[in-house]
């Protein structure tokens, strides 16, 4: 048996290898492989015995050339046409040497699932019935072009329905229930077995230590790309200001968490630049980074970490964040985000109107960040509220344990 995965993108990268780690420990586990289509597939490094069979390659656009048009030629120039060929090739001689495919992502690595002759699996990780609608029907649009995002019956278009619906294509793996429901209208055979974007969230190293109960804790999440983040992470330290100006005599703990492969410097100078202050004290909320970064003014404290990422979600209160994958998975464990759009390329104002519509009241989006101490005090003193948000995060983005399921599936699938 035979496997080969294909996924574009960093988050779909990180959500196949949860999936390949979990064939791995079957005691049949199929000889794997992985291509990714975006990028240079840094995640599947982690991964031992998956190699990457076919060309890969960083383009200028970073992986956003479908979110912003004018990247396109950056990247046809950078050779992008060259490389999708080249991949294409790998793919229909896999498909020939009677391997099956798993596509992870858009419908990019699922047309190439359908080329390559093989039999394939989907895991759709960009779409969701929640960007059209909820459990009550269609979201209000503001303009006509709006509202023809829904005019074919799904967030799924008719020639991705039909990628979907082709005998080859033995499973579809959607990221939440309402989405699975509509596919299967369409004879789709889609299966509702949770959102791996979910797994992967370590918790073993939280502690419930009374400090944390005591201290307003607030993730800070500027995205994992530079240069934007480093614009997103000014903007943010902007409006965590902003709350603690509104409360500079109680205590308030920052998590600030910032990407591995990004240089902390930056991040470092635009605290400095608003008056925060290196520190070697303990924080009143601490991660097990033995390299974080601590910062302090009057009563709050800024961490700084690129090794606590769980730590951080499952520590914090709410999150003002300017991220895609992480604020899916904050809003997840059921906790509140605050968003403020950005410049982009990937979070910019259309971005952040998509996600608010994916997560629904979980994200309360902002137009300036002088509205956050209204939301905050609100947030907080709002038991109810507080209560709803996590009943809707945790429906619209699932529970752990999703990459086993989906796993046990292909298994059962390749026998």
Known sequence: ????????????????????RRLQQHHQAP??????LVGEGRAYTDLDGVPIVGPVKKMPSGGFVYMDGRQLWRDVRGGLLGLTLAQRRVVRTWGREGGAIL??????????????????AFVGTAKSEYYLRDEIGLLPRRTWFEKLESWSGSVYLPWERWLMTRKRCRAVFPRDG??????????????????????GLDAETVTNAEETHRVLTIALMPGSRSP?????????VKTAAIVRDDRPSRAIAFL??????LDLDPFCRVLETYGWQPS????????????????????????????????CLYRADLAIAMAGTATEQFVGLGKPAIALPGTGPQYTPAFAEAQSRLLGSSLVLLDRPEKVTDVVEQLLGDPDW???????????MGDAGASDRIADYIMQLLS
Not at 287 to 299: H, M, N
């Open 103 to 120: 596509a992870v992502g858009d419908i990019v690595p699922l047309l190439l699932a359908w080329m390559s002759g093989a039999n394939y």
């Open 31 to 36: 000889k794997l492989a992985a291509l990714p």
């Open 1 to 20: 048996m035979k496997l080969l995965c294909l996924s574009n993108g960093h988050g779909e990268d990180a959500i196949a290898v949860q999936i390949l």
């Open 386 to 396: 507080l209560q709803a948000i996590a009943e809707n995060g945790r429906r619209r």
């Open 256 to 261: 600030g968490t910032i990407a591995p492969g």
């Open 280 to 311: 070697e004290s303990r924080s009143p909320v601490s991660v097990s980074d033995p390299e974080a970064r601590r910062f302090t003014l009057g009563q709050a404290t800024v961490v700084l970490t690129q090794r606590a990422f769980a730590e």
């Open 178 to 199: 309402l989405t699975t429901r509509y596919l299967q209208k369409f004879n789709v055979p889609a299966y509702d077995l949770g959102n791996p974007m979910m797994d």
């Open 228 to 236: 934007e983040a480093e614009r997103n992470w000014e903007q943010i």
